[in-house]
């Protein structure tokens, strides 16, 4: 039986209800967080912003407090970027990407050699001064020269950030700390992961599952494996894709909102093949090299980038829009201002 063919606006729409970017959500925080598998975080306004686009009367003091509580944590994870994670997808998340094919093995001997004693240092926020000094005093470990070895402790060693450099305002050094959490077996946590991804960011290809994860294909294969029966797809180009069993697959005339998406948003980093949200003629428009613009959306796909300057928001739309969409766009950004304020 020949495979069905997913059309680029199918599989638009199928991401967009994964996202929670069809309607708003209602869900509880944490799992809100859960259900699109992480935030991206580098930048500390984008989860507030990511969970304002997406939640149901989302207010930043409730991040705030589940940040402080632990609940959501903010560490490096998927792509050796910063994430914020539930506590319980932590350990999930961070046992399946702990050895990226960048880390070179003798790096990653070393932070899981001094695991323990950095855990015992980091029970108390610590800045990375801090615990350079640490390291170079009790272990004679210098990770002041180079990135490597400073990844590989937040990675391995599971330094994460303290729950302070996830708020809404932050002041000071950034500074990191062990979270207790239960430490999971590799193989099963990949699994999970790939699951994970799929019910975020399904249906796709063996290759977006790496584009998201930073993991290599054939690390991501065994997962794959394990998690079948999966469907199976093809899109417009006929490249494979997979997918969880009744996952939802809304129609491709399903509404789609206008949206405003934050910088770093992972709707438009978690494929290999990003034209499901965002055409290749506007890719640099919005990614400049390790930068992401703030996006908005119209009809489900990337249609500009906007700014705040001075307190308004402004928009800079790829080509002319409809006095219908700028007047949607123009009521979703005076929402938008009022909750920055």
């Known amino acids: 039986m020949a495979e069905r063919v997913l059309t680029r606006r199918e599989l638009n729409r199928a991401t967009l209800a994964r996202q929670l970017l069809l309607e ?15 935030l991206q975080a580098q930048w500390g306004p984008a989860p507030y912003v990511g969970l304002w686009t997406r939640v149901a009367g989302f207010r930043r003091d409730a991040l705030e407090r589940a940040l402080l509580r632990t609940q959501i944590v903010r560490a490096v994870l998927m792509r050796g970027t910063i994430h914020l994670v539930s506590r319980g997808d932590y350990g999930v998340f961070g046992a399946a990407v702990d050895a990226p094919p960048w880390l070179r093995p003798e790096l990653a001997a070393v932070a899981d050699g001094l695991h323990d004693s950095v855990r015992a240092f980091g029970a108390e926020p610590r800045t990375r001064a801090e615990v350079t000094a640490f390291l170079e005093r009790e272990h004679g470990v210098d990770i002041s020269t180079g990135e490597a070895l400073w990844y590989a402790m937040r990675i391995r060693g599971r330094l994460t950030h303290a729950p302070e450099s996830g708020l809404w305002k932050t ?11 239960e430490r999971a077996e590799p193989a099963a946590a990949r ?20 584009e998201w994860s930073g993991l290599r ?4 294969a065994p997962a794959l494996d394990a998690l079948e029966p999966l469907r199976r797809f093809r899109d417009e180009s006929g490249r ?3 997918d969880l069993p009744r996952a939802p697959l809304p129609p ?3 509404p789609a909102p206008v949206r405003l998406m ?5 709707l438009v980093l978690s494929h290999k093949n990003r034209t499901r949200v965002l055409a290749d003629e506007h890719r640099g428009d919005v990614i400049d090299g390790g930068w992401v613009k703030s996006t908005f959306l119209v009809d489900g796909f ?10 308004r928001i402004r928009l800079e739309p790829f080509a002319p829009l409809p006095r219908t969409v700028r007047r949607e766009l123009a009521d979703e950004a005076a929402r938008l201002e009022a909750w920055l304020r």
């Open 262 to 266: 934050p910088r770093f948003d992972n």
């Open 252 to 254: 491709a005339d399903a």
């Open 217 to 220: 294909v054939r690390d991501c």
């Open 191 to 210: 699994v999970e992961l790939v699951r994970r991804y799929l019910a975020a960011f399904g249906p796709a290809t063996r290759a977006d599952v790496s």
């Open 302 to 311: 990337v249609a500009g980038t906007w700014e705040v300057e001075d307190g």
């Open 24 to 38: 708003r959500s209602r869900v509880p925080l944490v799992r809100a967080v859960e259900r699109v598998a992480g």
């Open 171 to 181: 002041q000071g050094l950034t500074r990191y700390v062990v979270v207790p959490h």
């Open 240 to 242: 494979e894709l997979v």
